[in-house]
């Protein structure tokens, strides 16, 4: 299964702006607001979490929110995504993947879930 989002980076920032560390508590752990330093990386975070949750089939509500998606990165800086055990449970999901990208004012994720039978 297959997750993709796009969100202006401009958009994210302006919300930080406006609600400050309120704001980046809505999407991202202390531990991922500790990883992402600049704007673009935050808003691939949101761009990564939004897509993880595309992939299976729910977007961000009920079924699965922020908090069920967690964000870290390698030591060479690969982006690594993780469902919270509850999520790979209720959804069969054996791995996952993802691949976060920045240009031209857009931050764009992909995520790619494998699904045990």
């Not at 997750?3 to 994210?12: H, K, L, P, S, Y």
């Not at 406006?18 to 809505?26: S, Y």
């Not at 991922?32 to 979490?49: C, D, Q, R, Y």
């Not at 790979?88 to 764009?108: E, V, W, Y």
């Amino acid at each position: 299964m297959i997750g993709i989002d796009i969100v202006e980076i401009f958009r994210i920032e302006k919300m930080i702006n406006r609600f400050g560390n309120k704001a980046l508590k809505k999407f991202l752990s202390q531990k991922e607001i500790n990883l992402a330093k600049k704007s673009a990386t935050k808003a691939g975070f949101w761009a990564a979490k939004e897509a993880a949750s595309k992939a299976i089939g729910t977007g961000i509500g009920k079924d699965c929110n922020f908090s069920d998606i967690k964000i870290s990165k390698t030591k060479t800086g690969q982006p690594i995504i993780k469902y919270k055990k509850k999520i790979r449970k209720k959804f069969k999901i054996q791995n996952s993947s993802l691949s976060i990208t920045h240009d031209g004012g857009f931050a764009i994720a992909v995520v790619v879930v494998t699904i045990y039978s």
